[in-house]
């Protein structure tokens, strides 16, 4: 149970010349000069992936590039045009929350409908119904005309519904913006614990850390075809890079030494060349630093073309892929202007190395503006791993050194 | 096959549905339920005082206070009953578009509804004409039962026109506004409130040849005169039902995915 096989998926829209080119085609049989009067538009094609159950995909790609489509194909709302979708097991899709909520029924009476929509039947939802009552926390206004709820409750109460019994395959949109802060973390802990269970998850999301917390692949669709899949960290480095390189395709992935994928881009009117870590005391370069230790981030770069302006970007990332501190030279306010071809940078950035002990990498980028989407020069990720270790200090967890002032009265 | 097992899971949904869309007509009216009733009352007074006071359009034969009272119910009240079916399910599927194109279930649901929905609101006023005939001594006795072949055949022949028309209606938008234009001739090329011997010679055949005629005089057979339909007369009406269920469901099947794109 929840299984999902997707063979050789196309979707195509059907668009017509005229209005009556539809009619035409419909009535006039193909013996007597009948011939197909529309072009097809296709959205997706060649979509192939299968999902073991229980697995948690990521499905990212930019607007436009067939992900809603897909989803709805998976669902089983429209149809492809080519192709096979194959699931096992009870489907439930967090799309649109909310559908068929009618104002003036109470809370219980929408829900008990939006759940006989989704296929549960009239006992179990009854039996769910407290449950529900108490995910959505919306209380006594459960007896009231939806008309009346906010609509973060009409979400909230949507969402418990659509969760109140565990499904063998989950289908998440991104805009999973379910009220407040608290209850977004709260239905996030409800996903987490299906997929838990063995609930299948797909999940639709531009949101970096979301993927790259909860799936175990992702699968990158651009302009309607699967154009990678893979570990998360890697599929969301290559849209990032594809992000800034929608008209040039220079996106570049190689293995490093240690096995992870890096992901270069970029026009090349500037080139970093190097990456590297100094101690701020010594000068020495350094493999591995000291928590809390004054270190210096060096980065050599050099201009191919004149440029008018030119910003330099850099994140540190954990093992994991997630930003802990990225800045560039926009945000400090020192971009430099006017660069003529053939001049040689080099950037210092001084800083505490204030991490929790673990490994971590560098991404550096160079581009103009506040953002890599403008214009992107170079872009790297894994541009250099580091290891931070703890020498000195007293025992600690977590990413960051936060050293504390402690009292304690008594 | 497997639609119909569909269809037989969601029941749930389809009972909630069709309680939902009840309530919903009249829990903002006052007068609620009542307006079901007010609405052909109203239009029933109209054409009783137009055509059998002022008109002096008596029935051939019938002298009855009541007769063309009953004549016209009997009509009026079918005919609307045949016209709430074909205009919902006609526009059952654009109505409904964002539930189609959101959610996945089985979207044979959607017609089910608005038929037993159409269904319900018939009843009631139905079953009011019925105990009136009681009351004032008009009722037609044990021909009462022929009602329910009638009534068969008309839901079958109102459902497979609509569905035919629902299907075509998303791809063409035209059909629907055509067919309220097509229902006003309809309605009036068929004898519901004049009886088919008031007709001149010349229009008789276009009215003779119309299928929901032999429907609508067989009902008024029944209130009117007591008697029994003259079965033979229904069979073009049953074919025709028919046909037209098979064409209905072969476009919905055919079309049904394509259907959501267009919405």
Known sequence: MGAIVVEGVGKAYKQYSGRWSRLLEWLVPTWCGGRPRHQQKWVLQDISFSVEPGEAIGIVGVNGAGKSTLLKMITGTTQPTVGRVHTTGRVAALLELGMGFHPDFTGRQNAMMAGQLLGLSAVELERLMPEIIAFAEIGDYIEQPVRVYSSGMQMRLAFSVACAKRPDILIVDEALSVGDTYFQHKSFERIRSFCRQGTTLLMVSHDKGAVQGICDRAILLDAGRLSMQGAPDAVMDYYNALLAERDVSTVRQQQTDQGQVQTASGSGEARIDDVYLLDEGSGARLESVNVGQSIALVVDAHIEKDLPEVVLGYAIKDRWGQTIYGTNTHHLRAPLKGLRAGERLQYRFRFPANLGAGSYSMSIALHTADTHIAKNFEWRDLAMVFEVINADKDNFVGLAWLPPEMECRR | ?263
Request: positive net charge; glycine residues 8%; charged residues 10%.
């Open chain 2, 1 to 263: 096959m497997r639609m119909f097992g569909a269809l037989w899971n969601y029941r749930g949904f389809i009972l909630e549905s069709v309680k939902r869309d009840f309530q919903s007509q009249y829990t903002n009216a006052l007068l609620g339920a009542v307006w079901t009733i007010i609405r052909p009352l109203a239009m029933i007074v109209v054409y009783t005082i137009i055509f059998a006071q002022v008109m002096q359009a008596k029935l051939p034969g019938l002298g009855n206070a009541f007769s063309y009272s009953i004549y016209l119910c009997a009509g009026v009240l079918t005919w609307g009953f045949f016209t709430e079916t074909l205009t919902k399910t006609q526009n059952v599927f654009l109505e409904h578009a964002n539930l189609l194109k959101k959610i996945s279930f089985p979207r044979f649901c959607l017609p089910v509804i608005v038929v037993i929905n159409a269904g319900v609101n018939f009843l009631i006023i139905f079953g009011l004409f019925t105990l009136f005939l009681i009351l004032s001594g008009n009722f037609p006795g044990i021909v009462f039962i022929a009602l329910l072949p009638l009534l068969l055949v008309q839901v079958a022949f109102s459902v497979g026109l609509g569905i035919t028309l629902g299907v075509l209606n998303v791809f063409f938008r035209d059909i629907g506004q055509f067919f309220v234009v097509v229902l006003q001739f309809w309605f009036w090329l068929t004898p519901v409130v004049y009886p088919i011997e008031i007709l001149p010679a010349a229009v008789r055949p276009i009215v003779e040849n119309n299928p929901m005629t032999a429907l609508i005089g067989s009902y008024q057979r029944i209130f009117v005169e007591a008697q029994w339909p003259v079965w033979e007369t229904l069979w073009p009406i049953t074919l025709l039902s028919v046909v037209l269920c098979g064409i209905g469901l072969r476009l919905f099947r055919q079309h049904a995915g394509e259907m959501v794109d267009e919405l």
